[in-house]
């Protein structure tokens, strides 16, 4: 895979965010029949992290929407923050945004109803769960870093009733939700296999040469809860999801997309598989250390089984009578019989829950009702584990059983102990 096709996905969304910020904001729009946005229905946000996709969707997403007012940006890297603090300030033709090097100044102050994170994975609990404790609603970047956070990040939103989407656009996209509807209904029979194909990874093994700090950059406020190192250009940006100490890979970068189709379709949102293995390589004298190629096998206690593999970005459904697809990223729904893709849904079939104007139209109206958004925490935990699951027998060897009810390995301690990782002095979750 070339990598022009790598990165079609963030190309595509980047492409798309002018397009989606107009388009997201008309069912609002529709409400208020173009007048003036009352201050009393405004959300007042703070953006955290705002490199590429956090300035070019998330934060383009939200000032497209009426009732959004961007407050503050916060970001370790102060060029990524000043290009943020820019585009707010263009949009409303003042000076006005707040710049802060410290999240922690976002979360402390009493204005800002709710905040977009948009950083590395490592940070994405930590950063959430403080966001909740502070009383703010979040609109966080997928996926955790470990099983564990999840369940605290679950657990710590549920006590602080706050409202949470975990940030992706797949189940706003109509070819993934009508794949999921179809499914859910029948019309390929009884399912029994779904198929995933995840991207190559890049094809170098990351320069570890320790290298100067670049003069923009706070380098220890980006390593955060992760080990002391030293700073190299392959660590951060972009590159950071190639290391585990900051994420997990292609199967956590992508896979929490098409995993996400395949819980949904599959009705296991809140649940799991029971048995996972596969055999991979991973890279070696270098940087990077995640997955590079890998074939993983999925069991859920339903009989159905999740087969995925490298070199795409496609998504299969096959049952009992007939197969329905997307074979890659945003494309045509095809299936066995056209009769399939054109069937009705009646009054009395499942409807699945969708916001076709996206995930920040959605968290925004959520913020508003406090009913959960179309992606919310317990089910983004669960999607964020079927991609911890995978990369963990990739990296033992050999298959794990797996409790999705107390989401534990079971008989198996070794398997247990990566559930969780220490985090790096001051930085708890505690």
């Known amino acids: 895979m ?21 388009a997201a904001a008309l069912p609002f729009a529709a409400r208020v ?49 000043a290009a943020a603090k820019a585009m707010v300030d263009g949009k409303h033709g003042t000076k006005d945004c707040a710049a802060h090097g410290d999240f922690r100044d976002i979360l402390g102050r009493k204005d800002i109803d709710a905040v977009m994170i948009s950083t590395p994975d490592h940070w994405h609990v930590l950063m959430s769960v403080m966001a909740a404790r502070a009383g703010k609603d979040v609109q966080c970047e997928k996926p955790t870093l470990t099983i564990d956070e999840g369940k605290i990040l679950v657990r710590t939103v549920r006590e602080c009733k706050k409202v949470f989407q975990t940030s992706t656009e797949d189940r706003s996209i109509p070819v993934y939700h009508r794949m999921a509807e179809l499914v859910r209904n029948g019309r390929i029979g009884a399912l029994k296999t779904i198929r995933v194909t ?14 100067p700090v670049p003069p923009e950059l706070d380098w220890d406020m980006w390593l955060g809860p992760a080990p002391k190192a030293a700073y190299t250009r392959d660590r951060v940006h972009f590159n950071f999801r190639w290391i ?44 990077y250390d995640t997955p590079k ?28 009578e007939g197969w329905i697809e997307v074979p890659s990223w945003r494309a045509e729904l095809t299936a066995s019989d056209p009769k399939i893709l054109s069937s009705e849904i009646g009054p009395d079939g499942v409807r699945l829950f969708t916001c076709p104007a996206g995930e920040h139209r959605n968290f925004l109206d959520c913020v508003k009702s406090r009913k ?50 220490p985090m790096r002095a001051p930085w708890t979750l505690a």
């Not at 859920?300 to 087969?307: H, I, T």
């Open 2 to 22: 070339t990598d022009r096709n790598r990165t079609s996905r963030r190309r595509f969304l980047r492409r798309a965010a002018g397009a989606a910020g107009a």
């Open 33 to 81: 029949r173009g007048a003036e946005v009352r201050p009393s229905e405004r959300i007042t946000i703070g953006c955290i992290g705002t490199g590429g996709h956090g300035r070019d969707w998330n934060l383009r997403g939200l000032l497209g929407q009426p009732d959004a007012q961007v407050l503050a940006v916060c970001d370790v890297d102060r060029n990524n923050m």
């Open 198 to 211: 995840l991207p190559y990874q890049p094809g170098t093994p990351g320069d570890p040469t320790p290298q």
């Open 244 to 287: 585990r100490d900051y994420s997990g890979g292609i199967i956590c970068d992508w896979g929490t997309h098409l995993f996400d189709t395949a819980q949904w379709a599959n009705d296991t949102e809140l649940g799991g598989p029971v048995a996972i293995e596969g055999k991979g390589t991973f890279w070696e004298g270098g940087l």
């Open 293 to 320: 190629e890998y074939h993983v096998e999925y069991t859920y206690a339903n009989g159905v089984r999740l087969l995925v593999d490298h070199g795409g970005t496609g998504i299969r459904c096959e049952g009992t």
């Open 372 to 421: 959960d958004p179309y992606f919310p925490v317990d089910k983004g935990h669960r999607v964020a584990t079927v991609c911890h699951l995978g990369n963990l027998a990739l990296l033992l060897g050999r298959k794990l059983a797996w409790d999705p009810e107390k989401e534990v390995f079971i008989g198996d301690e070794e398997a247990n102990r990566h559930l969780s990782r």
